[in-house]
Nanobody, 121 residues
Framework: QVQLVESGGGLVQAGGSLRLSCAAS????????MGWYRQAPGKQRELVAT???????DYANSVKGRFTISRDSAKNTLYLQMNTLKFEDTAVYYC???????????????WGQGTQVTISS
């Protein structure tokens, strides 16, 4: 079994910062790409940022220049540093990872349970 657990969400004023973490654990042989997604009330889940195992990053236009995705491969942990937060960043943020579990030959996509980020205007 593989688990992804997010942390770091909360309530912050517009213009503030938060740092999200996502720790992967379980029967992990290798983690490939990882990413952050978010879902606001009444909206579809959307991609926020991704990072490959080699460290290449990609961002949604709405967060470029404000958010930074990073990972610590030794700790199987993903991060999202969010600065200059806006009211429209309010959403549940989900961690996603392409994981090759021990004893398998194909990677699977795993999701965390989500962490609420609320920005007050």
């Amino acid at each position: 079994q593989v688990q992804l657990v997010e942390s770091g969400g909360g309530l912050v004023q517009a213009g503030g910062s938060l740092r999200l973490s996502c720790a992967a654990s379980g029967s992990i042989f290798r983690i490939d790409a990882m990413g952050w997604y978010r879902q606001a009330p009444g909206k579809q889940r959307e991609l926020v940022a991704t990072i490959t195992s080699g460290g290449r990053t990609d961002y949604a236009n709405s967060v470029k220049g404000r958010f930074t995705i990073s990972r610590d491969s030794a700790k199987n942990t993903l991060y999202l540093q969010m600065n200059t937060l806006k009211f429209e960043d309010t959403a549940v943020y989900y961690c996603n990872a392409a994981v090759l579990p021990i004893g398998t030959i194909h990677p699977y996509a795993y999701w965390g349970q989500g962490t609420q980020v609320t920005i007050s205007s």
